[in-house]
């Protein structure tokens, strides 16, 4: 029984720091076109501060150009539709792509979707999809998917 229980939470760590690296693994790939979307858009240097601090829980993101480097990331990765919501389809096969398994990539889209319609009043795109980002990482910290502060400061040190 103890044995049972041991391989149990072996197991469900091993989920969760899967799903951490898969997590890092989606945000390095967001990364890869951030410097084309900086540098298209003329955005301050400070961009690349949010991206650096993002999955810190304490870091409070209120930067308008934040929000529209997302959306620039999004469309250059083909994760949005012509109407500016997230592309389920492409979304999902995008989290695949970068390590999520099938029920992941499901709950990582149902989470954005879900984040979508709580801020879609909110008029200005760069703005709501602001409060779409802080949403979704409010939910991936409560799953205890986050990646690691040290994963992260290694990766956007690769990709500057």
């Not at 979307?37 to 810190?56: Q, R, S, V």
């Not at 709580?118 to 802080?134: S, T, Y």
């Not at 409010?138 to 400061?153: E, F, G, K, S």
């Amino acid at each position: 029984m103890k044995l049972l229980l041991l391989m149990s939470l072996m197991m469900m760590c091993l989920g969760i720091e899967a799903s951490k690296q898969t997590m890092k693994d989606i945000h390095s790939g967001c990364l890869k076109v951030l410097q084309a979307c900086k540098h298209e858009l003329n955005l301050p240097d400070h961009i690349i501060t949010d991206f650096y601090h993002y999955w810190k829980e304490d870091y409070t993101l209120l930067n308008r150009d934040t929000g529209c480097a997302i959306i620039c990331m999004a469309k250059k990765l083909d994760l949005i539709d012509a109407s500016g919501k997230l592309h389920h389809g492409n979304a999902q096969e995008f989290a695949e792509k970068h390590g999520a398994d099938n029920s992941m990539s499901s709950q990582l889209v149902q989470i954005v979707h879900g984040c979508e319609k709580q801020f879609e009043a909110v008029d200005d795109d760069c703005l709501r999809v602001l409060e779409i980002a802080k949403c979704f990482r409010t939910n991936i910290h409560q799953l205890d998917w986050a990646p690691t502060m040290d994963v992260i400061i290694e990766e956007v040190l690769t990709e500057i």
